[in-house]
Structure formats: structure tokens, C-alpha cells
């Protein structure tokens, strides 16, 4: 049993701890150790820096705080953040994160705490005393984690934003390079039918594009304020909370204090979009995969994105392709992890959101890290067109098109399309492609064959024939691409 004198293991007496004199015993080692988050949370001290300054001055509105205190406590946070993010603080700092968020504090910079906000309010009454612990007034952690994470969110979020708006730009500058590339289109990955490689390129700019709008759709829903929604039931001091969002950037004020420290709808939300975004970036990447195999050989690595094999001298390995692809798997699972730990909650907030952070970091982290990956592969993808052509030309791609053709000359398509497959098995017995047949043999299988069906067992013939919104007819992905672009 500890005195009012003893100290615990934060080095504080108890009778100081910010949380009050509730408890007599200083904390289990294994229990507190459990419970203690400040290795992940601690990415959030910019958002808690930012969220207390703004919060200090609505206790100034409150009456709580003067305006010389306030100033006074405005300083010391930024110190405070000074302090606990320069990486010239402490030795073997971590590098900056790849996606340009600030590396955690280190845990000598902030000592023991329990979480990021005790680290900054520890950091605060270190410097002014009692005048620190009045920050705190009218406040819970439960409405000041759920503001953090919002910032973070929209911090976040506009990152994303950015990594996908250079995918797309990379995707557009190579389908502008590849206008007259022509390439097998493929179903059950089959050969198919020719299309362009540039109309096969903007497919995945327009499933980018609805990401874009997945990711700006939940934004929207996070620019919501919980701030002054206490621990659950609202402040018990007057702070003018529509002015404390718009001090921190937000939309609007949260209009239920029990939805709004309890709410993780807004990560939730992030987190799917960031899911689907991902299978997207694992199909452009799998088809990496298939087009620089020796198999396709429709494309090749410059060999600084390539890797090769410890074993055979011969092997070049798209690894971060193979990397991109599987790490869709990841981020989906931290999608589901955050619905699990929501999954059956009562309100308001439960310490079960503690593990709302690691979910939605790793997340995020990837999604980015894979988008930019994704780009600088795409950019550095070299195109084969002479045997994308070739492979185009074969597999029988241009049966539609005789098909086609029957039906424009009066003949039903079902009849149309068992002719062709007529034709077809002839050509793989005598080892032909459509295009080898004379006329007189193709009559034999019907006489609306005449000499104009060469002009359409072409593969320009093929493409010129899809002009349709949406097709891969030249002339449709040059509109497209313009409408891309602008």
C-alpha cells in the first residue's frame, strides 16, 4: 500500500498523479505496462499540441483561464512540441516515416507516461506548476483522443489524396505515351479482344478516381468536432464549442456528446477506402507481375525497381510489385480489426479504443507507401508494343469481329457467333489465324462473307469498330484521356 509520499512508477507521488487521489497503491508493473500506449499514440503530439492550444483559449471565453494565462500556456505547448519531436534530442532516433509524418517521441524525451496526453500535461506542470494543470479543466482524454485523431485523420486523408493524384498523373503520362500501342484485352485471362494499352491504363486512373471520392466522402464526415464533449456528457464549463471547432479547423461542433467521444465511424471510414484502394493497387500490380514475366514478356523493370534471387544468377524479380499485391491483404485486416474491436461497444467510451490507433496508423502507412511505390513502377515500367501486338494478333482475338460483321450483314448474332466458332476450330486444326483465310474458304462457311471482311480482320479495323463512349476505339481514349487530364 503506498503513502502520500510515495512515489510510483512515474516517478510522481501519488497524491499527485493527474487523475487525483482515487487510488492508494501504486499500479501493477504488468497492468500498467499493458496499458500504457504512448509508443503508438505518440504520433498524435502534434494533433494534442494543437488541440490544447486552441482548447486553452476557449477557457479563456470560459472564464477559466486569463488571457496572460493562456498566453503563458500557449508558449509552453509549443516548447513542449519542440521538445518532444526534434530527433536531436535523443540518440538513435527513429528516421521520419515514409509517409512524411513526424517520427514518435522517444520514450526518454517523455518519460514514463501513459499515454501522449499526460506526456504533454506532465511536460506542461513541469514548466508552470498549477497553473499546467488547469489546461485539463472541463476535459476528459475521451473527448481529447477523439479530437487528436480527427486531425490526424484529415492530415492523413489530404496525404492519401496527394498519392493517388500522382498515381493517376503516372498512369495518364504513360497511356499518353502508348495512344497507338495495341495489347490483347483479356476475360478469365484469355485472350479476348485488341484493345489499346492506354484505354487499359485509364481503367485503373477511373478506379483511382473513385477512391479520390471514397477518401473525400469520409473526410467529410470527420471534419466534426469533439472537443468540450467532456468524458461523456458535455463540459461543465461554458466552452463555446462551435468556436473551438472552427479555431481547430473543423466544419462543424459534434451534437452529442456520448456520439462523439464514442464515434470512430471517421476511421472506420478511412480505413475501407484506404481497403478498397488497395485491391485496386494489388490488380495493377499483379498485372505488373504477369506482363514482365518471360511468359507475357509484354514489359520489362529497369533493373534499379527489380530484385534478384540469392540462389540464380538469372532470375529479375518484381518484388515490390509481389509486395504491393500482398499488402492488400494487410490493410484489409486492419480494416476489420478496428470493426471487431467497435463491434458490441456500449457508449460512451471504453478502453477498448485504445486499439483504434494501430489499425488505422498501419493502415494508412501502407496505403501510401504502396501508392507511391505504385507509382514509381508504373513510371519505370518499359513497354514491349512489338510483342504486345504480336500477342494481340493471336489467340484468335478477331473472331468478334467476323462475328461482327455477320450480324451487320443481316445474319443473327447467335448464328453469327456459331459460323465463326466454326472458322475457328478450322484455323486452330490447320494452324491459321482468321486473317490467313481466303475469301473462298470463309465463304464456304457463309456467303455474307465478301472482300470487305479483311478490312475488318485488322486489328486497327478491330479497335476503329468500338467507337462507343467508353470504348478503346482510338478516337474514344484520345476524349478520354483529355477528360482525364483536365
Known amino acids: 500500500?503506498?503513502?502520500a509520499g510515495q512515489a510510483n512508477v512515474e516517478g510522481c507521488p501519488l497524491s499527485d498523479q493527474p487523475w487525483g487521489g482515487r487510488f492508494g497503491e501504486e499500479p501493477d508493473p504488468l497492468i500498467d505496462g499493458f496499458t500504457r500506449s504512448l509508443a503508438v499514440d505518440s504520433?498524435?503530439?502534434?494533433?494534442?499540441?494543437?488541440?490544447?492550444?486552441?482548447?486553452?483559449?476557449?477557457?479563456?471565453?470560459?472564464?477559466?483561464?486569463?488571457?496572460?494565462?493562456?498566453?503563458r500556456i500557449d508558449l509552453a505547448l509549443q516548447?513542449?512540441?519542440?521538445?518532444?519531436?526534434?530527433?536531436?534530442?535523443a540518440d538513435n532516433s527513429p528516421p521520419p516515416l515514409a509517409n512524411n509524418f513526424p517520427p514518435p517521441p522517444r520514450e526518454g524525451r517523455v518519460g514514463a507516461a501513459e499515454d501522449i496526453h499526460m506526456a504533454v500535461e506532465q511536460k506542461l506542470i513541469q514548466k508552470h506548476g498549477p497553473l499546467g494543470g488547469k489546461l485539463h479543466t472541463g476535459r476528459s482524454r475521451n473527448d481529447q483522443v477523439a479530437v487528436d485523431l480527427r486531425l490526424w485523420v484529415k492530415t492523413a486523408g489530404a496525404q492519401i489524396l496527394e498519392a493517388i493524384d500522382a498515381l493517376e498523373s503516372a498512369l495518364i503520362a504513360r497511356a499518353e505515351d502508348h495512344l497507338d500501342t495495341v495489347m490483347p484485352g483479356y476475360t478469365h485471362t484469355q485472350r479476348a479482344q485488341p484493345v489499346l494499352l492506354a484505354h487499359h491504363l485509364l481503367a485503373y486512373v477511373e478506379m483511382l478516381t473513385r477512391d479520390r471520392s471514397r477518401i473525400e466522402d469520409a473526410l467529410d464526415r470527420a471534419d466534426v468536432s469533439p472537443l468540450g464533449a467532456g468524458a461523456l456528457a458535455g463540459s461543465g464549463f461554458p466552452i463555446d464549442r462551435t468556436a473551438l471547432a472552427r479555431e481547430l479547423g473543423f466544419k462543424t461542433a459534434a451534437m452529442n456528446s456520448l456520439d462523439a467521444v464514442a464515434d470512430r465511424d471517421f476511421a472506420l471510414e478511412l480505413l475501407a477506402g484506404c481497403s478498397i484502394a488497395m485491391i485496386h493497387l494489388s490488380r495493377l500490380c499483379g498485372e505488373m507481375v504477369l506482363w514482365t514475366s518471360a511468359e507475357f514478356s509484354f514489359a520489362s523493370f529497369p533493373d534499379a525497381l527489380a530484385s534478384g534471387s540469392s540462389m540464380m544468377p538469372n532470375k529479375k524479380n518484381p518484388c515490390a510489385a509481389e509486395l504491393v499485391r500482398a499488402k492488400s491483404g494487410r490493410v484489409a485486416g486492419d480494416l476489420m480489426n478496428l470493426l471487431m474491436v467497435l463491434k458490441g461497444l456500449p457508449l460512451a467510451y471504453n478502453r477498448d479504443l485504445q486499439e483504434d490507433k494501430e489499425a488505422l496508423f498501419d493502415g494508412v502507412?501502407?496505403?501510401?507507401?504502396?501508392?507511391?511505390?505504385?507509382?514509381?513502377?508504373?513510371?519505370?515500367?518499359?513497354?514491349?508494343?512489338?510483342?504486345?501486338?504480336?500477342a494481340a494478333l493471336s489467340g484468335y482475338a478477331l473472331a468478334t469481329e467476323a462475328a461482327d460483321y455477320l450480324s451487320r450483314k443481316g445474319m443473327p448474332f447467335r448464328d453469327a457467333h456459331r459460323v465463326v466458332g466454326k472458322i475457328v476450330a478450322g484455323g486452330i486444326a490447320s494452324h491459321r489465324g482468321l486473317e490467313d483465310f481466303t475469301l473462298d474458304e470463309l465463304q464456304q462457311f457463309s456467303?455474307?462473307?465478301?472482300?470487305?471482311?479483311?478490312?475488318?480482320l485488322t486489328l486497327e479495323g478491330a479497335l476503329k469498330s468500338r467507337d462507343v463512349l467508353g470504348g478503346t476505339a482510338p478516337a474514344q481514349v484520345k476524349e478520354a484521356l483529355a477528360r482525364v487530364k483536365a
Open 447 to 456: 456467303p455474307l462473307f465478301s472482300a470487305d471482311i479483311f478490312d475488318h
Open 79 to 89: 516548447d513542449i512540441e519542440s521538445e518532444l519531436s526534434n530527433p536531436t534530442l
Open 1 to 3: 500500500m503506498g503513502s
Open 365 to 390: 502507412d501502407t496505403t501510401i507507401d504502396c501508392l507511391r511505390v505504385a507509382e514509381r513502377l508504373v513510371l519505370g515500367l518499359r513497354f514491349d508494343p512489338d510483342v504486345m501486338r504480336a
Open 43 to 71: 504520433r498524435l503530439l502534434r494533433e494534442d499540441i494543437a488541440g490544447s492550444r486552441a482548447y486553452a483559449k476557449a477557457l479563456v471565453g470560459a472564464g477559466v483561464l486569463t488571457a496572460e494565462e493562456q498566453l
